[in-house]
């Protein structure tokens, strides 16, 4: 089965209320916190996402998918514990050596939280392949990380579909996630290569109505 996690990245100041309730209604399964720290991508989110993230804990029990694309790991990590997430995500690309993603790993399972590793487009999927086994979710990033909407990358279709025959060859139990430039032209072909989560943002939210697009998007 797909699932939705809807990006608030470009829910507007003032909307933010409306559009969360909205998203809810139209059974989004996840929001997507885009958290950027202004140093590991050019574009700084991090407090505007802690902000979405504690207020949507607030009004909403549906899960949240907390994607860091920080510097500071450990930090992060330890701000939006605070939030209670389902999913924390983290860069492969922002640990200096695997020693690291192991110890960022255990230190979300150890708060009883669901762990994401993630992958930007040019990294080689196969430098991951050690650490499937001990995550829930490997994210594929299917636009360069930082901004929101871009024009998928047609290159990771087949990254995706390597990723997923090396998960069923090896009988790995984990979700795959593809996240930028997902909207009703493109989503068939990260689901076709293998996706079972789609990140959208921009998509969802300039349409007229949340749950057409996201029933389209489930298909």
């Known amino acids: 089965m797909v699932e939705i996690s809807t990006s608030i990245l470009s829910v507007k100041k003032g909307e ?41 804990k607030r009004i909403s029990n549906l899960p949240l998918d907390v994607h860091l694309m920080v510097e500071n790991i450990d930090n992060a990590i330890n701000d939006f514990l605070s939030v209670e997430p389902n999913i924390i995500t983290f860069h492969y690309e922002a640990c200096k050596d695997k020693q690291e993603v192991v110890k960022y790993i255990n230190k979300i399972k150890d708060n009883h939280c ?31 990380p930082g901004k929101g909407g871009q024009t998928l990358l047609t290159d990771m279709i087949n990254k995706i579909k390597t990723l997923k025959d090396y ?53």
């Open 114 to 144: 669901k762990v994401g590793l993630s992958v930007k487009p040019e990294t080689d999927i196969s430098e991951i392949f050690e650490f499937l086994p001990y995550i829930h979710v490997c994210l594929v990033m299917t636009v360069e």
């Open 167 to 219: 998960i069923t060859n090896n009988n790995i139990e984990i979700d795959i996630e593809s996240d930028g430039g997902i909207n009703l032209k493109t989503a068939d072909f990260v689901k076709n290569a293998g996706s079972n989560i789609l990140v959208s943002g921009t998509a969802i939210l300039v349409a007229n109505d949340f749950k057409t697009i996201i029933d389209e998007l489930k298909k």
């Open 16 to 56: 933010e209320s409306q559009t969360f309730f909205a998203l809810e209604k139209a059974h989004t399964d996840y929001f997507h916190i885009d958290v950027m720290d202004g140093k590991f991508v050019e574009k700084n989110t991090y407090k505007k996402m802690l902000e979405y993230a504690s207020y949507i």
